[in-house]
């Protein structure tokens, strides 16, 4: 049986029809349950396109079945995930999860249920994750590091076990141990910030709990250096994403082949593969050369 695709929706029906779109052609799109949870309305301004996106899912075909989730009521996007992602991994075992404003590669369904046989008994690797925005030559088709990305991944119940939804105590522990600084890759880009801020609710990222609670257990994730998945929401329509082109991707049009990697441990050339990516993209100069740029196009996002 392969790996049933959660998909999570929201307010952008024309990016939920290009996901859509992109995912009925995927090879084994025909095979696959799919599940999508559409989130309810904020407040009245965002009704009329909350209904236009259930509209629209309530009519696709394409997929061995599709199931609509509706949430009487705004969730949000963490708490719908990880409601989402414990319901079905308990009925499955494993889950391949996406939002709406990604565009898959043909083969990424391949990869994934590939990806999630060829691991499903090696207890170090945690998470497979379809995208690749550093677009670094160096990398290799694929790698284990312990990162792990959201955007268009998947992972077995077994590692889905030790995700923490208490960001206390995971900031907590990776101060405690001292790897706050290998957690933001030697520095250059502020995880750790991010994980405080959800603490302190001033953002409430699954992912950065999801990441952290499967680096304290030193569980890595299976990446790839080309990338499946291509990333549309940094255009200003998002709830947690702002403007630029910062995390481009091109897509990888054919198969990419899943072997086992031996031994099982982090690839360190790919991890300074992320050290040099973020300290060239997250510095101060970067950042405020992009915000110029942004401003000067009238693009105000974050």
């Given amino acids: ?55 629209y899912v309530n009519g696709i075909s394409g997929f061995k079945s599709v199931t609509v989730i509706v949430r009487d009521e705004n969730w949000g996007l963490a708490r719908n995930i990880i409601d989402g992602v414990t319901t079905q991994i308990n009925r499955y075992g494993e889950v391949i999860v996406l939002e709406d404003d ?61 995700f923490n939804p208490d960001g206390k105590a995971l900031l907590a522990e990776l101060e405690r141990r001292k790897l706050t600084y290998r957690f933001d890759f030697n520095g250059k ?3 750790t910030r991010m994980l405080r801020r959800q603490t302190e609710g001033k953002n409430n990222s699954w992912a950065i709990r999801w990441n952290a609670s499967l680096f304290l257990k030193d569980i890595l994730s299976l990446n790839v250096g080309k990338s499946l998945v291509q990333n549309e929401g940094f255009d200003g329509s998002g709830t947690n994403c702002g403007g630029g082109g910062l995390y481009a991707s091109t897509l990888h049009m054919q198969r990419l082949p899943v072997e086992r990697i031996m031994p099982i441990e982090e690839n360190e050339k790919a991890r300074n593969a992320y050290v040099r990516y973020y300290a060239r993209t997250n510095s101060f100069m970067a950042k405020a050369i992009r915000r110029i740029k942004r401003t000067l196009k009238g693009d105000f996002g974050a």
């Avoid at 025909?30 to 509209?55: N, P």
């Avoid at 060829?118 to 550093?134: L, N, W």
């Fill in 189 to 191: 880009y502020g995880y």
């Fill in 102 to 162: 990604l565009i898959t590669a043909p083969y990424f369904l391949q990869f994934m249920n590939d990806a999630l046989e060829c691991y499903k008994d090696e207890p170090r690797v945690g998470h497979i994750q379809g995208c690749d925005f550093t677009q670094d030559p160096s990398l290799p088709d694929t790698f284990l590091i312990k990162w792990t990305g959201s955007w268009g991944w998947a992972t077995w119940k077994r590692a889905w076990q030790y």
């Fill in 1 to 55: 049986m392969l790996a049933p695709v959660l998909l999570f929706v929201y307010n952008r029906p024309e990016h939920v029809r290009r996901t859509i779109e992109a995912l009925k052609k995927n090879t084994l799109a025909s095979e696959s349950h799919l599940y999508i949870y559409s989130d309810g309305a904020s407040d009245a301004t965002c009704q009329k396109a909350v209904d236009e996106v259930r509209q």
